[in-house]
């Protein structure tokens, strides 16, 4: 079995701790290992390290590296541009099929929270069962906590079964991040799973899944596939990137496809995708404050989230409010608020304040 | 004419900026020059350096020197410990009686703010001649713009007339700190006046009025005084000052005496007592913002104090929130609870962090 990480991402709603140099996957914020050396740990049991393969831009491969000594070198595949996630996942499915011919490979983002690992990877197993029976593709679909309006939904239907201990049923739609009232509805109806971004399938199931719906992208990976291992190889990725449409692999394949099948699943997800997210999941006091490391002092002070390693932060009357501080820069915002944070890095590269991103 | 300088107060307030080894006064708060320095900027058109005299301890002379170099050494009067005003104003006095015999003296505090600096002279011009004719104590009173809870109040009376184009009321009678309550009934009926606590009279009038009121510090006083210009100076006024208690001029003196003047006075007076305060009298824009110095986004943000020289500052959503960073401390306050940074340092003292202090 592979598994493939995605760690393309920048997560500019992390800054001012994440940067253009050091994206959120590459930072310590959920505990004392940055998210990628989480990810990585979480799937070990399930996958030596020369099986995993990680997909990442140029500019963060050494860091990468650094930060993951086990994996082999080979293993960490650049791409010279991103260009989402359905060229991605497919560059990897040419590596695994040039490596041994066909596996099951297990795709997950970089930068996810589990709570808890162990029934996380026993859906994993199951998934790729079902994966290898059905010649599918297999989502894993979270049951939502609330009608959260930032996450993709994948609609249950018909179940097919207990495989591996798990009931896996077919996908009867994929939506993308709806309104909050569709939102709502969707929770109601008990159908609906949020879309962990999570995909398990045969490398071969999603070549040829690409073939038919995205035949550009399809053609560019036979040239990358003929140039692997060849002194032309990197030329090869370069020109064939260049000239992709970027696509994501919900929308280019899994919204069009046939066979596709969602686990319902509940393990502690969490996307960590802001700063309130990062409170939801961070150990709170009894007043709700979350003080990951550092020393502060909070005056009538309710669910704040502070992060000041090297600084005494004091907080008088604050109720609701994320704090972060960097060495160059501060962020205070309303909690709720943590989605605009890419408003403020938006702004900063309109002003042209390239040493803040 | 002579000025006192009162210097010996530590403005916890100002905290993070203001530390033991740096009160307010000696900060660069409300411009590019400390406030001690505004304050012997602004009387310097009325008395020359060689007669303006500075309180203050032994920790902060060396500070002192250095932000004010054309005051002479021998003018900055140290006290070995605090004792509060009445013993302050009762030492310079002594040393004016021993330098010239007597003269007016003016008395102001460190650290207040004076939006017009020409009117402020001439009130207190208008005050020396009154102090000269009355012999007698005269106050400046603040028209109050609310009923702050803050301040003392001066109650005025009759009217003696106009000298030097001010009107001079009788003091009817002097109040600390009100409650709400009482403050509103103040404000409400007229008659009543900040306590801006600066003080014009002739050395000889207060000395006089110490020895009828507090006995024990004028025998102090008097043992000071023969010592002046002596080897033993030092050595006396530690002596003398361990043994006097701590008594306010307003408290020992000023609700006693007879002979009690006010001059209603509107100069832009501000006594920048806290963060709240300072951020009364900061420029804003058009949101409220008051940004000193430094660089800050500010999105969906109103009335909001922020000093971070060196740092990036964003803030989201954020409403009503004074943010102060320095080097190694960073606070985060609600408008109008600046008042409660008191408790922040009570805490780091209670904690012994007195790296903070």
């Known amino acids: 079995m592979h598994a493939v990480i995605m760690a393309g991402g920048r997560g500019t709603r992390f800054w001012p701790r994440s940067r253009e140099k050091k994206p959120k996957h590459l930072l310590d914020i959920t505990s004392d290992k940055t998210i990628i050396q989480e990810t990585v740990d979480r799937i070990r049991p399930l996958v030596d390290p020369e099986n995993i393969l990680i997909v990442t831009g140029a500019k963060h491969a050494r860091e990468l590296r650094l930060q993951l ?17 359905a060229a991605c996942i497919g560059l990897a499915a040419v ?10 490979m297990i795709v997950l983002p970089s930068d996810h929270a589990i709570g808890n690992p162990k029934k996380f990877r026993s859906v994993l197993k199951a998934a790729a069962l079902a ?14 906590s609330m009608p959260h309006t930032g996450f993709g939904y ?21 939506r993308e991040k709806p309104k909050a009232t ?4 969707f929770v109601k109806s008990g159908r609906f799973y949020w879309n962990s971004g999570m995909f398990v399938w045969k490398a071969s199931t999603i070549l040829e899944e690409i073939r038919r719906h995205l035949p550009a992208l399809s053609d560019g990976l036979g040239t990358i596939s003929d140039a692997l291992g060849t002194a032309l190889e990197k030329r090869v990725v370069a020109r064939i990137y260049r000239r992709q449409a970027s696509v994501s692999i919900d929308y280019g394949v899994m919204e069009k496809a046939k066979n596709v099948f969602v686990i319902p699943a509940d393990f502690g997800w969490n996307d960590v995708g802001s700063w309130d ?44 409010v ?21 408003k403020i890095v938006d702004a900063l590269e309109a002003a042209k304040k390239i040493q803040y991103l």
Chains 1, 2 share one sequence.
Not at 95 to 104: F, L, T
Not at 329 to 338: D, F, M, P
Request: proline letters at 5%; one cysteine or more; hydrophobic letters at 40%.
């Open 131 to 144: 994966a290898k029976k059905q010649d599918g593709l297999v989502t894993i679909g979270i049951r939502p």
């Open 322 to 342: 994320i704090v972060v501080e960097t060495q160059d820069a501060l962020l205070v915002c309303k909690k709720g608020r943590s989605q605009d944070v890419k």
């Open 277 to 320: 997210a990062l409170w939801d999941i961070s150990a709170k006091d009894s007043q709700g404050n979350a003080v990951p490391g550092g020393f502060a002092l909070l005056e009538d002070t309710n669910n704040a989230f502070v992060y000041s390693p090297s600084k005494l932060v004091a907080m008088i009357g604050m109720k609701n």
């Open 154 to 174: 994948l609609e249950g239907g018909s179940s097919i079964g207990k495989i591996g201990g798990e009931e896996v049923l077919r996908v009867r739609s994929i």
């Open 95 to 104: 590596h695994i099929m040039k490596r041994i011919g066909d596996d099951v």
């Open 182 to 185: 569709l939102a709502a509805k």
């Open 69 to 85: 000594p086990d994996i082999p070198e080979s293993n960490i595949l650049i791409e010279p541009v991103g260009r989402n996630t």
